[in-house]
């Protein structure tokens, strides 16, 4: 069975943005996303090194199993999600994604005005 290469942007699904992961960049230089069921370790630390161009330290990740969901009497389950927790070496960060940048951009929109 071969292995086919993904590209960066198909193995990053995208970032997740919640309280607990803003404390994380602040804290521990740690970002989070949802990636590729099909992703490996490996292929994380590739999509993010050249997606974003920075250098990644560790990636750990984990699967959450989708939950059992009932509407209107009708039974459904919710996808898997795979999640990477990616720490940066020390003095990376990614822009697009900081926290502290996303204030600053919309102080200068609203100095802008």
Known sequence: MTRVEL???DIIVRPVLTEKTT???E????YTFV???KATKSDVKKAVESAFGVQVKS??????KGKKKAFKGYQSLRGDQKRAYVSLMPGQ??????????GQE???EEGEK
């Open 93 to 102: 960060s990614i822009q697009q994604l900081s926290v502290l940048n996303l």
């Open 59 to 64: 990636v750990n990740t984990l699967v959450r």
């Open 106 to 108: 919309t102080a200068q």
């Open 35 to 37: 990636v590729s069921l």
């Open 27 to 30: 804290n521990g230089n740690c």
């Open 23 to 25: 404390l994380l960049q």
């Open 7 to 9: 590209k960066p942007y």
